[in-house]
């Protein structure tokens, strides 16, 4: 059983920062697109950042670039999301996504697996 595992929500102040990290419990998720997600209450599932595990090659939402920065790291089989100068409207449940295609990018549709998801709440 393919499993997805996020950690590091939490809550922060507005301008602050929080690191979440997404353990996957098998090592061929290293030709994989990796993604993060974001839901907020009321709304719509939404595309956060994406990362072909293989190559490095990373994609982000025009709302959070320049803030965010998805990594993976090979020796802990971990995917990770640094968010920096966070913002009340970034507050949502944050799910961990892999994707056997290496063409899926934003669509949630693409992804195979999922994790339970983390919640990120910011104050102001």
């Known amino acids: 059983q393919v499993q997805l595992v996020e950690s590091g929500g939490g809550l922060v102040q507005a301008g602050g920062s929080l690191r979440l990290s997404c353990a996957a419990s098998d090592r061929t998720f290293n030709s994989y697109t990796m993604a993060w997600f974001r839901q907020a209450p009321g709304k719509e599932r939404e595309f956060v950042a994406s990362i072909r595990w293989s190559v490095g090659t990373t994609y982000y939402a025009d709302s959070v670039k320049g803030r965010f920065t998805i990594s993976r790291d090979n020796d802990k089989n971990t995917v990770d999301l640094q968010m920096n100068s966070l913002k009340r409207e970034d507050t949502a449940l944050y799910y961990c996504?892999?994707?056997?295609?290496?063409?899926?990018?934003?669509?949630?549709?693409?992804?195979?697996?999922w994790g339970q998801g983390t919640q990120v709440t910011v104050s102001s």
């Open positions: 996504a892999a994707a056997r295609s290496p063409f899926v990018r934003t669509s949630s549709a693409g992804y195979d697996y």
